[in-house]
């Protein structure tokens, strides 16, 4: 009786399974280690060695119209002849006509979150930061499966390609010695929509929600289609070689019309 109940409890399980489709991320590296914290301080300071003209080309490309956030990054570097890292980040975005990525996607939540490490947290908000030397860590004292967070996406549609740094990526040892996602469960405004398994390296990986066999558009109605919430749910793990909490450093989207 006992295996009938073993049974019997899991068959809802792998219906439930067989239901929704599996996707594949992809990469387009050969490499699976990057020492991606130093290579990021590399630049940030390459760029203040020829920081005036640097500015000078970002003012340019910035002419064809400042945002506020914009004209204080610029009325801070007169003043001072040098920008923070966290300007220096924002520059790409805030002052380029030429980018598209920003705004698509914000962090919302998480089910749980790691305590912070001294100065350093492990907030939901690491996700978008665009700084790859910080991370979400889920807050679980095993390897989080089931925990999650949350992501807005604005205007998502089959074209919508999405990014993700897997693990902690500050460094290779921090990679290593932290775990990192196999498969998340992903759903759109609470209804499970696939399967997205990743691979277990440090390079971008994208995917595409319109590779599943219903393209996101039959998932819209009406104006709710730009305020739509993903969930990232943790189904399943690559083991860390120390700890076991589990971690992504970003996650955003690039629209293609």
Not at 205 to 216: H, K, T
Not at 231 to 247: Q, S
Request: aromatic content about 16%; glycine content about 6%.
């Amino acid at each position: 009786m006992k295996k009938l109940y073993l049974i019997l409890f899991a068959l809802p399980l792998f219906s439930i399974s067989q239901n929704l489709p599996t996707i594949y991320s992809e990469t387009n590296f050969e490499e699976r280690y990057v020492e991606r914290g130093k290579l990021f301080e590399e630049s940030y300071h390459r760029f203040l060695n020829n920081i005036n003209q640097n500015m000078s080309d970002y003012d340019d490309e910035g002419s064809w119209g400042y945002e506020e956030e914009c004209e204080n990054i610029f009325n801070h570097y007169k003043r001072t002849g040098t920008i923070t890292e966290r300007m220096w980040i924002d520059l790409s975005c805030v002052c380029s006509p030429f980018c598209y990525e920003r705004g698509i996607t914000t962090s919302k939540n998480a089910s749980s979150t790691l305590s912070p490490h001294g100065d350093y947290s492990y907030n939901i908000s690491n996700i978008d930061d665009y700084d790859p030397r910080t991370a979400w860590v889920e807050g679980r004292s095993d390897y989080g499966i089931g925990e999650y967070f949350e992501i807005n996406a604005f205007d998502p549609h089959p074209g919508t390609l999405f990014f993700i740094l897997n693990g902690l990526q500050k460094s290779v040892n921090l990679w290593k010695y932290n775990s990192r996602v196999k498969t998340f469960k992903v759903y759109y405004n609470e209804t499970p929509l696939c399967y997205l398994r990743l691979e277990d390296n440090m390079q971008w990986q994208s995917f595409n929600l319109s590779d599943m066999p219903d393209d996101l558009d039959s998932y819209h109605d009406g104006d709710d289609r730009r305020n739509i919430t993903f969930r990232f749910e943790i189904v399943d793990v690559y083991p860390g070689m120390k700890w076991k909490d589990v971690c992504i450093t970003e996650i955003r989207a690039l629209s293609h019309y």
